[in-house]
């Protein structure tokens, strides 16, 4: 039973094109995150979610929308993709966020590539 | 925001050889953690070690955070132990973090049979 599971596991798409990733957790935590791995394996917070309430947001471009329906579910959509979205996109989510103290668990990522 | 730094970035071994590699950050921090990401891309949770010392195996952690570094020890490595070693933290620094984990650039394991 995988805690954090995303999909799709890879996407290859177009230039202009949207796409979104899914991402669960069964672990019954509150929190959730997005995260992005560049070409050179750099990790950076993207957003993060508390109970379905967005908390982080990074100055990401606005192309980029996270939607929580749930406390298990956290989905990134992309808008007109570009060549620079390629990249590792990870989920994780922790029991709460009490200022961040609580240990987080990942997703096996998503790797986008835009073509 | 806070900073860290990890060292080395790339550390080469042979199959059973012990090491070491350091996790230094520029303010208080209230989570620690320490992962590996294997080659299939994998963020594989080692320790979570805001202070203290842990121990899972071949692999132990410290964290002194009056000092505020961390060190990770890999004994009697093993192949399978290649790939990037990640330290990331959670601080208060520049007001509330609400879990916002700032990562290292990574330390590259290798290990040769």
């Known amino acids: 039973d995988t805690a954090v599971s995303q999909t799709p596991k890879y996407l290859v798409t177009q230039m202009g094109n949207d796409k979104s990733i899914k991402c669960e957790q069964n672990?019954?935590?509150?929190?959730m995150y997005w995260y992005k791995q560049d070409s050179k394996k750099f990790l950076k917070i993207m957003f993060s979610y508390n109970n379905k309430e967005l908390i982080i947001n990074e100055t990401v471009p606005n192309r980029f929308s996270p939607k929580s329906p749930d406390k298990a579910h956290l989905n990134l959509h992309i808008n007109s993709l570009e060549l620079g979205d390629s990249a590792v996109y990870f989920c994780a989510s922790s029991q709460d966020l009490a200022g961040g103290a609580y240990e987080q668990y990942f997703g096996p990522g998503t790797r986008l590539t835009v073509t | 925001g806070i900073q860290v730094e990890q060292s080395p970035p790339d550390l080469i071994l042979q199959e059973g050889a012990n090491s070491t590699l350091r996790c230094n950050f520029s303010?208080?921090?209230?989570?620690l953690q320490w992962f590996h990401q294997n080659p299939w891309g994998q963020l594989i949770n080692l320790f979570y070690?805001?202070?203290g010392t842990k121990q899972n195996g071949r692999l132990s952690a410290t964290t002194v955070a009056t000092e505020r570094y961390s060190l990770l020890y890999i004994s009697s490595s093993q192949t399978t132990d290649s790939g990037v070693y990640f330290c990331?933290?959670?601080?208060?620094?520049?007001?509330?973090?609400?879990?916002?984990?700032?990562f290292g650039q990574g330390t590259i394991l290798t290990v040769h049979p």
């Open positions: 990331a933290v959670t601080s208060h620094a520049g007001g509330t973090s609400y879990g916002k984990l700032t």
């Open positions: 303010d208080s921090v209230n989570n």
């Open positions: 672990l019954g935590h509150d929190t």
């Open positions: 070690i805001p202070s």
